[in-house]
């Protein structure tokens, strides 16, 4: 009975290692490396899941002079950025936090300094 439960909780624990990053859960970004200066000073991925950090700042840097500024720091507000529905969550003095979906792919950007 002992060996039997073991082996199902190592099937069960190899199971969730093999699935990909996107279907674990949201992945944390590296700061340094997925910062860009854009129009809100610096502007940072923190998380992304079902993509990769990288490709989150490729739309961030592709889109961000769409977006108003007065929109980046005001709560509740909704923007977009090329496909993805953003929203602003936690404005700050500073600084402002949104996150951003399609649907399939989410990733969330800290702006400001």
């Given at each position: 009975?002992?060996r039997?439960?073991?082996?199902?909780?190592?099937?069960?624990?190899?199971?969730?290692?093999?699935?990909?990053?996107?279907?674990?859960?949201?992945?944390?970004?590296?700061?340094?490396?997925?910062t860009?200066?854009?129009?809100?000073?610096?502007?940072?991925?923190?998380?992304?899941?079902?993509?990769?950090?990288?490709?989150?700042?490729d739309?961030?840097?592709?889109?961000?002079?769409?977006?108003?500024?007065?929109?980046?720091f005001?709560?509740?507000?909704?923007?977009?950025?090329?496909?993805?529905?953003?929203?602003?969550?936690?404005?700050?003095?500073?600084?402002?936090?949104?996150?951003?979906?399609?649907?399939?792919?989410?990733?969330?950007i800290?702006y400001?300094?």
């Amino acid at each position: 009975m002992r060996r039997v439960i073991v082996l199902i909780v190592a099937a069960v624990g190899l199971g969730v290692a093999a699935q990909p990053a996107s279907a674990q859960g949201a992945i944390h970004c590296p700061v340094g490396e997925n910062t860009i200066t854009g129009p809100w000073n610096f502007e940072t991925v923190t998380r992304a899941k079902g993509m990769s950090c990288g490709s989150a700042v490729d739309v961030l840097r592709a889109h961000d002079q769409e977006v108003e500024p007065a929109t980046v720091f005001s709560k509740g507000r909704r923007f977009r950025l090329g496909g993805f529905s953003c929203k602003v969550t936690r404005v700050f003095y500073e600084s402002a936090r949104s996150g951003c979906h399609d649907g399939r792919r989410f990733f969330k950007i800290d702006y400001g300094s």
